[in-house]
């Protein structure tokens, strides 16, 4: 638009005020509160054992729902997109049941599907499998909250791109893994990236469902944002500021990646 008039101005001003206000401003907040005491005791209260140990479950959490989920998503969008049958319709409609369900009747499911009043509880307990109050409880929640974000963003470039390539190559006697690697993965390749960025953002801040199922046992199954309640909890404001920088810290990265993986995504839809 040429003739913009004042209505340009006004509305960048109020973009860069709610920006400035609503997620700038706390972010810094975090970092201040962090660092008021000093660098070492910054670093004392990040390295603590508890919230050490809070951040290994957080990393490990989040690498198994990156590799499930990328499986899992990368097989979703292609049956979704390159296969037509009766319950397609019903199975697009699932993908999308965590972005719509709370995080906190997700834990409760998994609570009522594992827990003690479970059918499946005997089971489970004749094997010394455990579930609820337990890491693979948090991975398998976390999992559920996370599944859509890598799907949802190959999805349309699968629709975008058609089957054209795929079918030129099958024609030429390329197996399905050669056509996969050779010419569908090109063309997902950052949309994938973009979607794997998100995941990981999701898995790290997870909260809700996490709470649920955990049963807060410190070192064990405290992940950083449960540690970082509990610090609060106990007014160890210090700590729990500074383990909330790590949070912040991951996320700036994630973000730069993310940045990244958009950028070469538009350079990639440019050159083809």
């Given at each position: 638009m040429k003739k913009s008039g004042p209505g340009k101005y006004i509305l960048i001003a109020v973009c860069v005020i709610f920006v400035a206000l609503f997620l700038v401003l706390p972010l810094v907040f975090v970092l201040v509160?962090?660092?008021?005491d000093g660098i070492l005791p910054y670093l004392a209260n990040i390295g603590d054992y508890y919230s050490l140990k809070a951040l290994g479950l957080t990393l490990k959490t989040m690498v198994i729902c990156l590799v499930v989920n990328t499986i899992i998503g990368i097989i979703a969008a292609w049956t979704v997109t390159r296969y037509q049958f009766a319950l397609k319709k019903v199975l697009t409609t699932f993908l999308d049941i965590p972005l719509s369900v709370s995080p906190i009747i997700a834990g409760l499911l998994y609570?009522?599907?594992?827990?003690?009043?479970?059918v499946l509880y005997p089971f489970l307990s004749s094997h010394n499998i455990n579930i609820v109050y337990a890491v693979p409880g948090i991975v398998l929640v976390t999992i559920f909250v996370t599944l859509p974000y890598i799907s949802r963003e190959v999805i349309p470039v699968l629709e975008a791109k058609g089957t054209d390539e795929e079918e030129a190559a099958a024609l030429m006697g390329a197996g399905?893994?050669?056509?996969?690697?050779?010419?569908?993965?090109?063309?997902i390749k950052w949309s994938l990236l973009y979607g794997a960025v998100l995941c990981?953002?999701?898995?790290?801040g997870e909260f809700g469902a996490?709470?649920?199922?955990?049963?807060?046992?410190?070192?064990?199954?405290?992940?950083?944002?449960l540690h970082i309640e509990i610090l609060y909890n106990e007014f160890k404001y210090a700590p729990a500021f500074a383990v909330s920088s790590l949070l912040v810290f991951l996320a700036i990265v994630l973000l730069i990646i993310r940045n990244v993986a958009e950028l070469q995504g538009k350079k990639r839809e440019k050159e083809v």
């Open positions: 509160q962090a660092f008021k609570i009522l599907t594992f827990g003690r009043s479970s399905a893994l050669t056509i996969f690697r050779k010419v569908t993965f090109p063309h990981a953002a999701r898995a790290m996490v709470s649920i199922i955990s049963g807060h046992l410190r070192g064990v199954t405290n992940t950083l944002p």
